[in-house]
């Protein structure tokens, strides 16, 4: 007579046991998902009709003599497969911490390396999904560290990229952090440059401007071949537009954006932005002849007449095509030619 007594299978094995953190209550739509793999109720008693839904604390432990994970409460087992198809349909019935429940504890047991990592990609989507940006980002960079060669790589990553830029849209400095670790990370995916071209767009949008120049500049450095890397050169140059404060202020702005846009049509005379580009760079230009016009005008209050002539000669040459280039050969046409020895400093 054998004087080993059977083990009871609903007590974990000690050596491969993990517990995971309580559940909150389980919704129905959660209820029925786990009903179809045999769990109602997250287990305990079968649930009738009239029976309300419990609140309990569920855990699965894994034992390797059997290959299968037993959940706690009910003694009801799964196979590593099954119990990865019960996390997802968890998941979709937007049960998190159910579903995580399931993917942690298939990921933190010696079962198939390939489950481990796919209960692991899940945990980030899962997480993601219920809009916990941080532990998401968090889960993909440890899917990444752990499983490098994974043929789920590809579309992890696009996820995680997702998931990043919906945690930097909140403008925090986090978010932006982990578009940035991501890119760091893998700088070469056929997707990269496209993710770096968002990143400068995201400043963009809240009006970073000088940040975002130089994200975009940086995208024509890291991906010259990139078609991002020709939007990347016309947004440089929005950028300075959007820095120039008035005509009363510095002009610094609208040279960098006339060189950036002229270099823009150079290197790109058939692009899609051409025709915006030819526009804003009219635009510019004509703010760059209102500027010297300003300062034209200047001098003349002051009776700096040679100083103003000059001025109104270099709007009526270099900007012809302006309403102050007219206005400046209207000007020249009766403006006196002053004698240089008859003027004082101007003070």
């Not at 670790?181 to 056929?190: A, M, Q, W």
């Not at 103003?308 to 403006?335: H, N």
Request: hydrophobic share 40%; with cysteine.
């Amino acid at each position: 007579m054998s004087m080993h007594r059977r083990r009871d299978p609903r007590i974990p094995c000690p050596m491969v046991t993990r517990a995971i953190r309580p559940l909150r209550a389980t919704p129905p739509a959660a209820l029925a998902a786990l009903a179809a793999f045999g769990l109602g109720g997250c287990g305990g008693p079968p649930t009738g009709p009239a029976a309300a839904p419990r609140d309990v604390s569920t855990t699965w432990a894994y034992h390797a003599d059997r290959g299968r994970f037993v959940e706690m409460e009910s003694g009801r087992d799964l196979a590593p497969k099954e119990l990865l198809a019960a996390g997802r349909a968890l998941a979709q019935a937007d049960d998190a911490d159910g579903a995580l429940h399931a993917f942690r504890a298939i990921h933190a047991s010696p079962v198939d390396p390939s489950l481990k990592a796919e209960a692991l990609r899940e945990e980030a989507r899962t997480l993601a999904r219920a809009e916990r940006r941080g532990e998401a980002h968090a889960a993909a960079l440890e899917f990444f560290d752990r499983y490098p060669r994974s043929p789920l790589l590809p579309d992890a990553l696009r996820e995680a990229f997702v998931n990043a830029f919906a945690y930097a849209d909140q403008s925090t400095q986090a978010g932006v952090q982990a578009v940035r670790d991501l890119l760091n990370r893998y700088p070469r995916e056929e997707f990269s440059a496209e993710q770096a071209f968002r990143l400068a767009e995201l400043f963009f949008s809240q009006q970073q401007y000088a940040v975002a120049a130089g994200e975009f500049d940086a995208v024509r450095r890291e991906y010259p071949r990139s078609p991002w890397a020709e939007a990347a050169l016309y947004r440089i140059a929005l950028c300075a537009l959007h820095q120039f404060k008035g005509i009363d202020y510095d002009a610094t702005p609208l040279a960098t954006a006339r060189r950036h846009l002229e270099l823009f049509l150079f290197d790109y005379p058939s692009s899609p932005l051409a025709p915006e580009a030819k526009e804003t760079l009219a635009r510019v230009r004509a703010l760059q002849a209102r500027k010297s016009m300003a300062v034209a005008d200047y001098y003349d209050a002051r009776g700096r007449q040679t100083g103003a002539r000059f001025m109104y000669q270099a709007v009526a040459s270099e900007f012809p095509d302006t309403e102050s280039g007219a206005k400046a050969r209207e000007i020249l046409k009766t403006y006196p030619v002053p004698e240089p020895a008859s003027e004082t400093p101007l003070k």
